[in-house]
């Protein structure tokens, strides 16, 4: 082998150890930017400006420490957050979650293929129903029958897309003082509408399905790998895996929040500026942008909602199907050939056609959008506490309990969003 190979070759081995860091908690991150999350951020900024953007720093370290404690769980044990949740707590209380999982994620798959339709044709014009129906089958047969490593990657490309939105902020005329000052210095307003809106952001940035998605994606990552089993088996590996993980994790979660602020900070300059605060979804957003920041800003946020889309739709119907599989103990994964998973991928794809189908019933997609991420933010506090009290079990965990600061960020994650939620409860209650 010439030097220059042998130069060559360890170039390869350095980019490749770093792109294998980012794994399922990149994909996790880049997919928590969904046609649902765009809509809730922009409706965020549409109604309350910049004053709003602080919400994205205060999450960011609560959703680093509960994905990566999701993480944690799927490579120590060996299964993913159902698969643990189904062997050691009574049926009552993984079937309980799982039908409300269920119905949050068929709402979210058919709030952002409906999303994806619109944006489709403010893109290119033609039916956006046909639209939906095309883009849920190319995401069912990309999973079915795509290698998974390749799949894998495909995501990770996707990932890419998100940026769009970044150039759609800097296409705009932002004052970066106003914007810096609503990003750094928390604003709380005591009414049904703020809370409200908080508590969708949470369910935005802290959903179940990205739990679910992130230990089973570990989980499965570990029993492809003939070299691994799980950490609790090997505890010698656990210093290097768990860097790994928060590698991974606080660079999924940096991207997902650097979009968000993008988003917010797009529609407070813009659309709230102009006083069109009445915008509820993503595709509403991209439409609005048009006469007030051209339509370069349209056309870069209508294609943002759809590849975001193609990337979050397999992570939550995905987890649906990960998060049942587990709870009958199937065989699950998508590593797996469809005759080896039927019962997974037919779980998956029923999944994907009921969120097809509610997009035919006269379901506002509007409103689908918002209360789907709301949907999402009260399932989480349970799914949260239920974690918590896992990762500290040795039956679990063996000797690899999670302590120390990730496990009390944690808890606070889980205290915020219980707050939140009593927060909004009670303040529609006085408001009604």
């Not at 150890?17 to 969904?34: E, H, K, M, W």
């Not at 922009?42 to 990566?68: D, N, R």
């Not at 809106?197 to 790998?225: H, K, N």
């Amino acid at each position: 082998m010439t030097a220059k190979k042998r130069r060559q070759l360890v170039e390869n081995q350095k980019q490749d150890g770093f792109l294998q860091r980012l794994g399922p908690g990149f994909v996790t991150g880049a997919s928590d930017d969904d046609p649902s999350g765009i809509g809730t951020y922009s409706q965020a900024g549409a109604q309350l400006g910049f004053g709003i953007g602080w919400t994205m720093l205060f999450t960011y370290p609560l959703m680093v420490a509960i994905q990566e404690i999701s993480g944690r769980i799927g490579r120590v044990t060996g299964h993913g957050v159902a698969g643990n949740v189904c062997r050691n707590y009574p049926a009552p209380v993984i079937w309980s979650l799982i039908t409300l999982l269920f119905v949050a994620n068929t709402i979210n798959v058919a709030a952002d293929l409906g999303a994806m339709g619109d944006a489709t044709k403010l893109l290119i014009g033609g039916p956006a129903p046909l639209y939906v129906v095309a883009l849920a089958a190319v995401s069912v047969l990309a999973q079915i029958l795509f290698n998974y490593q390749r799949y894998v990657s495909i995501l990770k490309w996707l990932t890419l897309v998100l940026f769009a939105y970044v150039i759609a902020l800097f296409v705009v005329k932002v004052p970066w003082g106003e914007a810096l000052m609503g990003l750094l210095i928390p604003k709380i307003q005591w009414s049904g509408a703020f809370l409200t809106t908080l508590v969708a952001i949470l369910g935005t940035t802290i959903s179940p399905y990205l739990f679910i998605w992130q230990s089973s994606q570990e989980a499965e990552d570990q029993r492809i790998d003939p070299d691994k089993k799980p950490l609790k088996q090997e505890p010698e590996k656990e210093e290097a895996e768990n860097k790994r993980i928060r590698i991974d994790t606080l660079v999924g979660m940096a991207v997902s929040n650097v979009i968000a602020i993008a988003i917010i900070m797009t529609t407070a300059a813009t659309l709230h500026a102009s006083g069109k605060t009445d915008i509820q979804s993503s595709s509403q957003a991209a439409e609005a942008l048009k006469p007030v920041a051209g339509a370069f800003a349209e056309f870069i946020f209508a294609l943002g909602i759809v590849g975001t889309g193609l990337l979050a739709i397999p992570v939550l119907a995905g987890s649906t199907a990960y998060a049942i599989g587990e709870g009958r103990k199937w065989p699950v994964g998508l590593s797996r050939k469809p005759r080896e998973a039927v019962a997974f991928y037919a779980v998956l794809t029923v999944s994907v056609a009921l969120g097809v189908a509610l997009n035919f019933v006269g379901i506002d997609p509007i409103k689908a959008l918002y209360w789907s991420a709301v949907v999402n933010g009260v399932l989480a506090a349970p799914v949260m506490v239920i974690m918590m009290l896992l990762v500290r079990r040795q039956s679990v965990m063996g000797d690899l309990i999670v302590k120390g600061p990730v496990y009390w960020l944690g808890w606070i994650a889980t205290v915020a969003m219980g707050l939140c939620i009593v927060g909004m409860v009670v303040s529609m209650v006085l408001g009604s």
